[in-house]
């Protein structure tokens, strides 16, 4: 024998693309890597994220969807994605993706397609989850069950699934305040894994029920079957408490509970015909086995077979007892129960949370990335590095400027060059001059000083669009605010801005100290900028320069120049030292391995970041302070040595030309000068141009978030006021339901007319009554006309006797008596007319009733006239309804354009709204 086909659950669906590659781009840039170096790795999470939307349903599937999940885990730890929180405006701000799937369980249909977006990156995962889920029972039906391979098959693929079922319930309680998505609700989740637990034992049972034909024991049979009629059971019990699923799984579950309790008592009427002694008993079991097998057949096609077998085989049996056993038949109720296993095969040993799908990835895609919470620390690191670092840098800046000023006011060395060799261009002015050249010259510096203020201005420019769109935010959430009054429950922009405009003001003022420091360099430049020009052209260009010699002029005492140029050595020796040092200094930067050393768990994040600069620090101060002093010293040395110099020279004629020389030696030295603050000015501003940029791309996120949320608080707010009544001016809320009736209207029993019921709001656009737009007797929308309102008629009100006061008549309306039938219903007992009864005002006065005068009777203003609308039976409703409405919430649109969205939306009012949202 056959059992029941096995139940295949529905796939998700998602048709979304949560842009990977854009977020994780942006994020791999922030955190200091290169984008590209991660490419490959984006392609490939979202190849695995494309084929967990139509996934394989093969093991390869499954090990695919199972290789997403891990993905997605761990990418988690390297990135900061939305789990559902809301930006308190003091962290970093959490990456938003948007992660949409369908809805497979509804209470309209079992294979309905609603669907759930969200940013939040667990609603990615347990939908993933389900898919593997999903896809293990698509396994598990496909599985061959009339072979023991394919019933281990059919066993292991339910086991996994309803195992998944089970971690999702406890995944979603943690990371979830609600559901995200009637797919995972505690009770549905809880009746899928009792559902494929219970599949598991139909995999169980076919190779059982084989054996039992084979003539092996039917105990087994008969308790399985009786675990899988009780577990099925629970199973239709669970759905009772949640309509979110369709009727029809219910049916088919207690289909599948009457089947296997038909088929417990069939294999333990076999068992009690055993010893020869139950044959009234089996009868008995065969009787309800029947009757439980048949009752499933409506929704089990197999089950009608299997039906009319045990019907033959109790024939036989009670015809059996009837003539040859003669043993009493007892009721059901009375027979001894079947029993179930002493302990459930398969969902007693499932596990209670989920696997851990990235334990065998090794790190994941992203491996390489440092993480966000290291990237930070990381960052908080290099911040206090780089102090240590401009300190001592400035230490060694200090000593060789102090070095150079000294020089240049003493002339030195171009008085013991001119002395040596008054006509001929120094050897150090000539090799100042190569290097002058070798980096650009004087069109090289300028070109650098005079594209400055372009980088402060573009800069500058990115920050103010940011704080921009910050004001602009701001604003429309204030006005919002203001207008909705206490139903505008959005947290206000400017408690979650205050750290970001913070970040704005603080790139300002580092371009204000750029700005200062550009300064110092043009005025340095321009100090110097006549001597760079010279240096920067031929050596004849050069020695044209300088001031002829006027003769040759006493070179001093042969012990005092010696002693003075061996101080000048020492000097140039010192000076060469502390280049070299701070290119050591400068290096060491890139060497700092601090996110090893932030990897270590043993160590807090802050304990590491003191040690690796404290390190740092004492790797490199003691050797600053060592060149510094011994600079300082020579200098000391040198200005004695220089005096003495002075002194044993009998005059200097060439005084001129000596200090031409050394202006022009200065000169070089304030290029080298420039060219190294043009450098870190370079690097400044790429350091505050990437602020700016992430500032602005931070602010542009925040906005486009708060429009999603605005959008989202908006709709629920016009939801919210379609659903509410229109109250006349100076009336309340009474007039929108009629008074009770003793009648269908007031009177005896008339019947009501065919079409939609009253009631009161939101029914079919082509009728009158229950039309949320217009209809002046239900919850018509903010601006909709309403009858009497605005002519001080009386609002609708009950009256004695049933019947109701009719605002455009002297007299109450009074119901006539119900048709007879195969008669229309005539309101006035009038003849009947067969052009149709066609009311004047919407369908809802006494045409027949005397009429007040003209001056008395209701005008609406030309913004509320009623049209005529084709289809509509008669009944009337406003050209444009809730435009007014729209006009109130979009005041920027222009009138025809609202029309012009009211007309494509089919006159949905909800629908206008988003379109327009979207156009804002």
């Given at each position: ?23 994780l ?12 170096d ?17 996934p394989?349903?093969?093991p390869?599937?499954v ?20 789990v ?27 294979f ?45 693929n339910?086991k ?30 809880h009746?899928?894994a ?54 029809r ?7 599948r ?36 097998i048949s ?26 007892n ?6 009493r038949?007892?009721?059901?109720a009375?027979?001894?129960d ?26 994941g895609?992203?491996a ?9 620390s ?9 102090e ?51 980096r ?9 000083i005079?594209?400055?203020?372009a ?10 669009d ?31 801005t ?6 704005a ?9 750029a700005?200062s ?17 010279v ?6 260009d ?11 002029a ?34 060491a ?11 270590n ?9 003191q ?10 101060e ?8 011994s ?20 005059g ?23 060219c ?15 602020m ?18 605005k959008k ?19 009336g ?31 029914g ?29 008629a ?13 605002p ?11 048709a007879t ?24 006065s ?14 609406p ?7 005529p ?14 435009l ?37």
């Amino acid at each position: 024998m056959a059992t029941p086909m096995l139940i295949e659950l529905p796939l998700k669906i998602s048709k979304t693309d949560p842009e990977f590659t854009t977020h994780l781009s942006r994020a791999v840039t922030n955190s200091g890597s290169d984008p590209a170096d991660f490419a490959e790795a984006c392609t490939t999470l979202i190849d695995l994220r494309k084929h967990a939307t139509t996934p394989e349903t093969s093991p390869g599937g499954v090990s695919k969807l199972a290789e997403y999940l891990g993905q997605l885990k761990l990418a988690r730890s390297k990135f900061n994605f939305s789990v559902g929180e809301k930006w308190n405006g003091v962290d970093e701000m959490p990456m938003k993706l948007s992660f949409a799937w369908s809805d497979v369980n509804k209470a309209e249909g079992r294979f309905t397609r609603n669907e759930t977006e969200t940013s939040n990156v667990h609603f990615e995962f347990v939908s993933v989850v389900y898919q593997l889920a999903a896809v293990h029972a698509h396994l598990a039906g496909a599985a061959n069950l009339k072979s023991d391979t394919g019933v281990k098959e059919g066993i292991e693929n339910c086991k996994a699934a309803a195992g998944l079922f089970v971690g999702l319930q406890g995944y979603v309680e943690a990371n979830f305040t609600t559901s995200p998505s009637p797919d995972f609700d505690k009770g549905v989740l809880h009746f899928f894994a009792t559902l494929m637990g219970a599949q598991a034992l139909e995999c169980v049972l076919a190779k059982v029920f084989r054996d039992c034909k084979a003539g092996k024991s039917a105990v087994l049979a008969a308790k399985i079957a009786n675990q899988a009629s009780k577990d099925y059971g629970e199973a239709a019990a669970s759905l009772k408490a949640y309509p979110v699923l369709d009727k029809r799984w219910r049916a088919e579950m207690e289909a599948r509970e009457q089947y296997y309790r038909g088929e417990a008592h069939y294999w333990q009427g076999e068992v009690d015909v055993a010893g020869h002694e139950g044959y009234g008993q089996q009868v008995s079991r065969l009787e309800a086995a029947h009757k439980w097998i048949s009752a499933s057949a409506a929704a089990l096609p197999t089950a009608k077979e299997r039906a009319d077998r045990v019907k033959v085989k109790l024939q036989a049996a009670a015809k059996d007892n009837r003539n040859v056993y003669i043993q009493r038949t007892p009721d059901e109720a009375s027979l001894p129960d079947v029993g179930v296993m002493p302990k459930h095969m398969i969902t007693a040993t499932l596990p209670n949370k989920l696997p851990d799908f990235g334990a065998a990835l090794s790190g994941g895609l992203f491996a390489r990335l440092v993480s966000v919470e290291t990237s930070r620390s990381a960052e908080e690191f290099r911040k206090q590095r780089d102090e240590v670092l401009d300190r001592l840098v400035g230490k060694l800046s200090e000593s060789r400027q102090r070095c150079v000023t000294s020089l240049a006011a003493w002339n030195l060395p171009a008085a013991l060059d001119v002395a040596a060799n008054p006509d001929d261009v120094p050897p150090k002015l000539i090799q100042a001059s190569d290097g002058v050249q070798q980096r650009g010259g004087i069109s090289q510096i300028v070109s650098i000083i005079d594209a400055m203020p372009a980088k402060r201005r573009d800069i500058q420019a990115i920050v103010d669009d940011a704080v921009r769109m910050l004001d602009d935010e701001e604003r429309e959430e204030s006005d919002l605010g203001m207008k909705h009054d206490k139903k505008w429950t959005l947290r206000p922009s400017t408690d979650l801005t205050a750290k970001t405009r913070e970040e704005a003001k603080k790139i300002l003022q580092l371009l204000q100290s750029a700005a200062s420091g550009d300064t110092t360099i043009s005025a340095k430049f321009e100090s110097a900028r006549d001597g760079i020009t010279v240096l920067s052209g031929r050596p004849a260009d050069i020695a044209s320069s300088l001031p002829s010699a006027v003769e040759r002029a006493s070179s001093g005492s042969n012990r005092a120049v010696t002693l003075l140029r061996e101080k000048l050595v020492v000097l140039e020796g010192l000076r060469a030292e502390t280049d070299e040092l701070e290119r050591r200094i400068r290096d060491a930067k890139s060497h700092d391995d601090i996110v090893s050393a932030l990897a270590n768990p043993d160590m807090s994040a802050a304990t590491v970041i003191q040690q690796q600069v404290q390190a740092f620090e004492e790797a490199h101060e003691s050797p600053v302070d060592d060149v510094v002093a011994s600079t300082a010293t020579a200098l000391n040395e040198t200005e004695i040595a220089n005096g003495e110099f002075v002194n044993s020279r009998a005059g200097n004629a060439n005084k001129e030309r000596e200090h031409a020389v050394t202006k022009l030696l200065t000169a070089a030295e304030t290029f080298t000068e420039l060219c190294s603050n043009s450098q870190e000015a370079e690097g400044f501003y790429s350091k505050i141009e990437g602020m700016a940029k992430k500032l602005n791309q931070k602010v542009t996120d925040f906005c486009d978030s708060r429009r999603s949320e605005k959008k989202e608080l908006l709709a629920t707010i016009s939801a919210e006021a379609l659903r509410e009544p229109a109250v006349p001016p100076g009336g309340d809320a009474s007039w929108t339901q009629p008074p009770p009736q003793s009648g269908a209207y007031g009177q005896g029993s008339a019947p009501l007319p065919s079409g939609p019921p009253y009631t009161g709001g939101g029914g079919d656009s082509g009728h009158g009554y229950g039309q949320s737009q217009g209809n002046p007797y239900g919850g018509a929308a903010s601006g909709a006309p309403s009858y009497g309102g605005s002519s001080g008629a009386p609002p609708y009100t009950g009256s004695g006797g049933g019947g109701y006061q009719n605002p455009y008549s002297g007299s109450p309306y009074q119901p006539a008596p119900a048709a007879t039938s195969g008669q229309p219903y005539n309101p006035s007992g009038q003849p009947y007319n067969p052009s149709g009864y066609q009311p004047p005002y919407g369908g809802h006065s006494d045409p027949y009733a005397a009429q007040p005068p003209p001056s008395q009777q209701y005008q609406p203003p030309p913004s509320q006239q009623y049209q005529p609308v084709a289809g509509s039976r008669g009944y009337g409703m406003p050209a444009q309804p809730g435009l007014e409405q729209l006009q109130e919430m979009f005041p920027g649109l222009p009138r025809q354009q609202l029309e012009d969205v009211l007309t494509r939306q089919g006159g949905d009012v909800q629908r206008a709204i988003n379109e327009c949202l979207s156009l804002t």
